[in-house]
Every structure is written in C-alpha cells, then in structure tokens.
C-alpha cells in the first residue's frame, strides 16, 4: 500500500491557473491513501533514489505532468504525434521554406489555437504563453524562454508561470511607441529547419491571435529568437 502526500494547490495552479506557484514551504497538502503494485512501488522508489528526491515530489510531478499535458495527448484523438528526432529531422529536409509558413499558417497554428480553445476557453497572450509554456516542459521540441524586452514588464498582458514571471508591476518604459516588446527564445538540437519552423510557428501564433501583434525573428541552427511586438490598450 502506498500513502503520499498529494498537493492540495501548488504548481497546479502554475499551469492550470495560470498563477505563480505557491512557495515549496507554504504549499497545502491532503494525505491520500491507495493501494498499488508492489512493482509499481519499487519503481517509484528507485526513481525518487536517481533522481534525488522524495517519493512524494516525484509522484507530485508525476501527476501535475498528466493532468496539465498528458491527459490531452495520449489517446488517437489527440492532435499531437511522437516521432524521433533524426526521422523528424530527415522529414524537415524535404520541405521547402515556403512551404513550412503555408503549412503553419493553414494547420499548425489553428491546432494549436483549438488546443488552447479548449484548455482555457480564450486565445490571448496569457494563454498562448501558457501553451508554449507546455510544449517547452513537456513536448521535447526545444526550451522555450519567454521575458520581457528591455526590462520591461507587462500591465496588460500580464502573466506568470513555473519559468517566466510577468508581475504586471510596470516601470516608466512601458509602452514605448504604444507597443510592449518581448523576446522569445528557442533552443534545441533539431537542426536549422527546425529553427525556421520554430520561429514561424511562434510567430504566427500570436499575430494571427492578437490584433496589432507584430513579430520579427532571427535564426541559427539551434535557436531561434522572436522578438514581438504588443499594441498596449489604453484605459
């Protein structure tokens, strides 16, 4: 029989949310009581032993992993396909630039915009944040770094999570030009295509969602940075 410590509201909210994570020291907790296989419990103590951690933690994640992501991805409805890495790599070297944009623009994008209909009912900044947010932990395509250019810090897009912290606060750069500016960075190991794809598809994703969004980007062969532009609203 296993016995944890399941947590009541802690990075759930991260994600799920949307609001920064409470402190590790500060977080509620219920105790849950359930049966497992003896197997099963091996398991989850050897991997708490590797990964230096306590049951409890790794069985946090573990569920915080399903019920933000996995849940959503692991039937045949699911719009998401796992493939390896050099195949992806291999397809990638096929497809003209050109035709990545038309690709994003007519599937890829919409994809996603429904995924995020459906996950949080809105396509917004917020939102699409949260949703790179989700690709960049758990989809293996890249670490995705999403901060504030120039320093500055978002009244009306607003926005925290596990890696990026948006606190709304402001500072007397705001709004240079009527536009908030951003860089969002991209790193990975799939080649330079990739970088394009990368790129594009972030791009895309929040011009064709937010109006007035302007977005520019630059590439290499293992990163790609957006630097995006948003209209502030004026009260």
């Given at each position: 029989?296993?016995?944890?410590?399941?947590?009541?509201?802690?990075n759930?909210d991260?994600?799920?949310?949307?609001e920064?994570?409470?402190?590790?020291?500060?977080?509620?907790?219920?105790t849950?009581?359930?049966?497992?296989?003896?197997?099963?419990?091996?398991?989850?103590?050897?991997?708490?032993?590797?990964g230096?951690?306590?049951?409890?933690?790794?069985?946090?994640?573990?569920?915080?992993?399903?019920?933000?992501?996995?849940?959503?991805i692991?039937?045949?409805?699911?719009?998401f396909?796992?493939?390896?890495?050099?195949?992806?790599?291999?397809?990638q070297e096929?497809i003209?630039?050109?035709?990545?944009?038309?690709?994003?623009?007519?599937i890829?994008?919409?994809?996603?915009r429904?995924?995020?209909?459906?996950r949080?009912?809105k396509?917004?900044?917020?939102n699409?944040?949260?949703?790179?947010n989700?690709l960049?932990?758990y989809a293996?395509?890249g670490?995705?770094?999403?901060?504030?250019?120039?320093?500055?810090?978002d009244?009306?897009?607003g926005?925290?999570?596990?890696?990026?912290s948006?606190?709304?606060?402001?500072?007397g750069?705001n709004?240079?030009?009527?536009?908030?500016?951003?860089?969002?960075?991209?790193?990975?190991?799939?080649g330079?295509?990739?970088?394009?794809?990368?790129?594009?598809?972030?791009?895309?994703?929040?011009?064709?969602?937010?109006?007035?969004?302007?977005a520019?980007?630059?590439?290499?062969?293992e990163s790609?940075?957006?630097?995006?532009?948003?209209?502030v609203?004026?009260?």
């Open positions: 029989m296993g016995r944890f410590l399941i947590d009541a509201n802690p759930f991260a994600i799920m949310g949307g920064q994570p409470v402190d590790e020291l500060q977080r509620k907790t219920v849950r009581t359930f049966r497992i296989d003896e197997d099963m419990s091996a398991l989850i103590e050897s991997a708490a032993r590797r230096n951690t306590t049951q409890t933690n790794l069985l946090n994640e573990i569920l915080l992993q399903y019920f933000s992501w996995s849940q959503y692991i039937n045949h409805d699911s719009p396909l796992v493939i390896g890495s050099q195949t992806n790599i291999a397809l096929l003209e630039d050109e035709k990545i944009e038309k690709t994003l623009r007519e890829s994008n919409q994809e996603a429904d995924f995020i209909r459906y949080w009912r396509v917004n900044f917020r699409i944040v949260r949703f790179l989700l960049s932990l293996n395509i670490n995705i770094r999403i901060s504030p250019a120039n320093n500055n810090h009244n009306n897009h926005m925290g999570n596990n890696n990026h948006f606190n709304g606060a402001g500072n750069n709004g240079a030009n009527g536009f908030e500016s951003y860089e969002i960075a991209v790193r990975h190991h799939l330079r295509k990739w970088s394009t794809f990368m790129a594009l598809y972030i791009t895309t994703l929040f011009t064709s969602s937010i109006p007035g969004a302007e520019t980007y630059d590439i290499s062969r790609c940075f957006v630097d995006l532009k948003l209209p609203k004026q009260s």
